[in-house]
């Protein structure tokens, strides 16, 4: 049975995802021919009438799921000519799906059991590096050479980054690439990554995607090595656990800080507990804290809630502050025992 139309993309839409889709494969395929180098390439003052590699992402980024999945832009393009309406009848109940479940080729042959074919992938992706990760489809590709590379490769294609952190963390593609180098590197290897962002800690917090390489660094590295930007992002507490982004370095402190470092967020909630329980994104700052803080601070924080029994009830009325009350409820039951 053909699926309903109801919901599938416009004429207009299809177009637009195609031409973005193939503007894409156009700067892979001129990535890996080029003779420029990788820096060559991503230079983003570059003044010439071609469109520019950030201009080039936006597109793809527009057109594509937001995710990680591969697209490969041959399954979505028809030898470059129209779409009769006759033949996207046929073809828009599944559009959308060939986008997200199209296979990339240069994903295969970084996966390739001949020897000779991967090794030539690899060697690509390390010369087309910053082309590459500056791109939606092209930072999938290094991050599967990443997985699929030596650690001798691996340091190698890290090399790339070094004095570049931060242009990689206000990227909407190279952030993920960085993340990648975090989980898989010993920490030891990312120490300039730390380096580059001492003393912009607390902006970083703030940022959409400079957020996620922060949390990853106190995922994966240890403390004695993130303390120097921890200690940067607690001296502003208070407006982290409201902020957008910054709530969840707030809550990945709590979750793999030092009994210190959560004391000292524990303390800062404990000020203001019942104006942040009520806060729609506080509120899970609170909950977090009732989790994961040392025992005598979870004491704290309870009898700040509990010794008013207005207010508590006050509280479990309200649309974010129930959620606070059930941990603090939960917290209180497992003190008594």
Known sequence: MRKKLASAPSLEEVEEMKRAVKETEEVCHMAR??????????????????????????????????????????????DGGSTSPSSLERSTSESSESVENSIDPYLLELEDADEEKRLHALDWVTSSFWPLALTKRGCRIVQKAIDVGTPAYQQQLLEHMHGRVREALNSPHTNYVLQKFI????????????????????????????????QRLIEHCPLWQTGPLIEEVLSDTASLCRHQYGNFIIQHILQHGSQEQRSAIAHVVHADIIRLAKHRIASHVVSCAMVHCPTEDVQMLTHAVCQDAGQLADLSRREYGSFVVREVNRAARMLRV
């Open 33 to 78: 021919s080029s003779t420029e180098t990788p820096e060559m390439l991503s230079t983003p003052d570059e003044d010439d009438s071609s469109p520019s590699l950030a201009s080039v992402a936006t597109a793809a980024n527009a057109a594509e799921i937001d995710g990680q999945l591969p697209v490969c832009a041959e399954d979505v393009t028809n």
């Open 183 to 214: 989980e898989t590197m010993p920490p030891e290897h990312m120490q300039f990554v730390v380096n580059e962002l001492k003393g912009d800690a607390l902006r970083v917090a703030k940022h959409r995607f400079g957020c996620r390489i922060l």
